[in-house]
């Protein structure tokens, strides 16, 4: 046997153990290595030469799109508001920098024949002379700007818009705006379990804002899912938000790994297709591949640079995964990730 089939042998034991301690029920070392276990289908890529490349590799597998997202690659803000808003749209996310938007991505927005392409962010994400090079490239599209004065403003603004904004939203995917992990992996969840979107929050208030409400209330939502620990999203935040007899849920863990793993193990209860890796460090290569995890009703998982969380191959094992597909390239997702190393 060679070393790497040896090594991917074991793997497969330590996932049985792992599953074991889930629950499954009790597995000896021997008996893992012996029974004949899930065959972990080989990792693909989507990958492109930099983060704006790499939304268009995303983006490239739709013939035409009625609206498209044009967000800030710089930070990651705006797009995750974005992510889960476009998918329900079956919209793809593209990203340019502030001052210029590169001409491929005026080339795949030209492409994509839309009639509508939402600048999501004020000037000091996508500037004025951006978006009018994508008003003159795309001369039969309507550009329309989403902004507000911070990025919680914006996600507000964004999907209560009644044109471009959510679809429909009995329930709120409440994530910090801090940080970007959460919000990568609950775009997909939301728009998977239907009738629900993203809402960025300030997760350090210790009581939800009156404009936050505001904007539950004009989606039409009555149950929140908190993603994320305290210290993402504060206890008082939630004790706010009960106060307000919603129903609130929330499902953290005990780093942002475990988080992702959690979410989505509640909102995808049986098998699924496909699953995507994305790095929980690093955000420029995830940032479009929300829209596409969720238009296949597929996990979005945020995995260590080079291995995988053992709780993340014993859900791809759990929902029986045909297809897994990284998003990025190996300066962000290296080649353990592509072996399915264990961490």
Do not use: W
Not at 3 to 31: C, E, H, K, Y
Not at 47 to 60: C, L, M, P
Not at 80 to 90: D, F, I, K, T
Not at 240 to 252: A, N
């Amino acid at each position: 046997m060679s070393r790497r089939s040896l090594f991917r042998s074991v793997s497969l034991a330590l996932i049985a153990v792992f599953a074991a301690g889930a629950g499954v029920g009790t597995v000896s070392s021997a008996q893992a290595l012996s029974t004949p276990r899930f065959a972990f289908p080989t990792p693909t890529r989507i990958q492109g030469a930099d983060r704006y490349d790499q939304a268009i590799k995303v983006s490239s597998s739709l013939r035409s799109a009625d609206i498209v997202y044009l967000a800030s690659g710089e930070k990651f803000a705006d797009a995750l508001s974005s992510s889960a808003v476009a998918a329900q749209r079956g919209s793809p996310l593209l990203l340019t920098p502030q001052d210029s938007v590169p001409e491929t991505v005026l080339a795949e927005l030209s492409r994509l024949h839309p009639s509508t392409i939402v600048i999501v962010g004020g000037t000091a994400s996508v500037s004025e002379a951006a978006m009018e090079q994508v008003s003159q490239r795309v001369a039969d599209a309507t550009v329309v700007r989403v902004a507000g004065a911070d990025r919680y403003e914006v996600s507000r603004n964004l999907v209560t818009d009644p044109t471009v904004g959510a679809i429909d939203a009995d329930t709120v995917f409440a994530v910090t705006g801090a940080n970007f992990p959460d919000a990568l992996t609950a775009s997909p969840a939301a728009v998977t379990r239907g009738n629900a979107t993203v809402l960025l929050v300030n997760g350090t208030e210790e009581a939800a804002t009156d404009a936050d409400i505001a904007a539950i209330d004009a989606l039409g939502a009555h149950d929140i899912f908190l993603v994320g620990g305290t210290n993402s999203l504060s206890s008082g935040l939630e004790t706010s938000l009960r106060l307000r007899r919603y129903g609130v849920t929330r499902s953290d863990g005990a780093d942002r790994y475990e988080a992702g793993v959690n979410i989505n193990r509640a909102i995808f209860g049986g098998t699924t297709t496909t699953v995507f890796l994305a790095s929980g460090t690093s955000f420029p290569d995830a940032l479009s591949g929300g829209p596409r995890a969720a238009k296949g009703s597929s996990p979005l998982y945020v995995v260590q640079h080079d291995c995988v969380p053992t709780s993340v191959l014993g859900e791809i094992e759990r929902l029986q995964a045909q297809q897994i597909i990284i998003l990025g390239g190996p300066a962000t997702l290296g080649p353990g990730v592509d072996a399915l190393t264990p961490c």
